[in-house]
């Protein structure tokens, strides 16, 4: 059976991130070939969607003839076991197991292969280098050790640079401050919920997180790896720059961001993105706000093909500098499906975020969508140090153009997050 490409050198990864976008475009072109030859007939779910098309593809235009795929269509398995349908192999070729919340509450369980795994690994190496992880490093791994893939990827493949790792699964948040400061940890990996929480207890407890030597925070899970607030707030909290990370279970580890923050890469040599408009569905121009759609390319066990991530991003395909790949300014900007219309004003729960963080008094916030008399109404609680939630308020009508409600509520009354965070509950 044909070995798939990984990345796995550092030389590797700077050939094909500095492609032009002629030669990544054949690149893209023969390894989409080479996984519909490894998985055709084998996988039936793309045996079915796929059926008709010509093979092999003669350019990357032709992809736009093929049909979407959507979260919904991979829960629907013949098997009653919340397996993902895209499966490709007998479930003996599988070792490992991930599960995401699905879509409606039900659990999707993702399988992958050894090989696949491995191509999980080299997808994360472009993070590391993006982050300056070096062996010397000994980094923290700052999540519970779940069904949920987290940082599960990040740990074998910062073993695989010969990092000291310190896991710290099932460690209370002062117990892992205690871990850090031991083990003189110089890299942490988490989300920027909880990177901003294990600051906030440190500061309960008299920790100066900035003095604990660590110089990186790779975050992922969320948007706030790319919001300037909350990257700001992270940095400033722990004296260290942040790395964002985009991945998905059903997809892979897609994307690295920079130090600088500008925004994500995405991975082009191990994933081929397509950008549709926001405002017409059609292909996205460069600068417009798009929804992300990719392929895998290095996938065999769960591939997706045209997948709609749902994730509305802003485009720039031909950034400063010699990295090739194909950014996104600001990073994952915010969701097709939680984009909230109030009185006629579309607003993203990152657009809050940034407002919101923007207070270094305010500790934790929420927003809560409602409707009355037919229009979404925006409501925001804040924990604020100042208890003067009127400020907050301006800045909203200000920033988003809309008067939005703000109150203080007693500090620590909201809920903390060690996973994703889950700031905006929706009472429509």
Known sequence: MMALMNPDTAAERRRLETMNARDLARHQLQRLNELLDQILPHNRFYAAKLAGIRRPLKSLDELSDWP????????????????????????????????????????????DTLDDWQWWLGCWQYVLDAAEITAADRVLMAFSFGPFVGFWSAYDAIAARGCMLIPTGGVATLGRLEMARASRAT???????????????????????????????????????????????????????????????EIGPWGYGDLAGIGVRVIESEFLAELLSVATGTPAIEGELAELVLTTLGRSGSPVFRYRTGDVVRPTWHGEGPNRFMRLDGGILGRTDDMLVVRGVNVFPSSIEQIVRSFPEVVEFRAIVSKQTQLDQLEVEIEDRLNEPQRVADELRLRLGLTVEVRCVPLGSLPRFEGKGRRFIDRR
Not at 83 to 109: C, D, I, K, M
Not at 229 to 240: D, M, S
């Open 187 to 249: 890299a942490i990996c988490c989300t920027p919920s909880y990177a901003l929480h294990m600051a906030e207890v440190a500061a309960e407890h008299a920790i100066d997180t900035a003095s604990l030597g660590v110089r990186r925070v790779i975050v992922a899970g969320e948007p706030g790896g790319s919001v300037p607030a909350v990257r700001a707030a992270i940095e400033r909290a722990w004296g260290a720059k942040v790395l964002d990370h985009c991945g998905a279970s």
């Open 68 to 111: 979407f795929t959507y979260k919904d269509d991979l829960l629907e398995s013949p098997e009653a076991d919340n397996l993902a349908a895209n499966r490709t192999w007998p479930l003996e070729r599988y070792a490992r197991f991930h599960q995401t919340s699905g879509t409606h509450g039900r659990p999707l369980v993702v399988l």
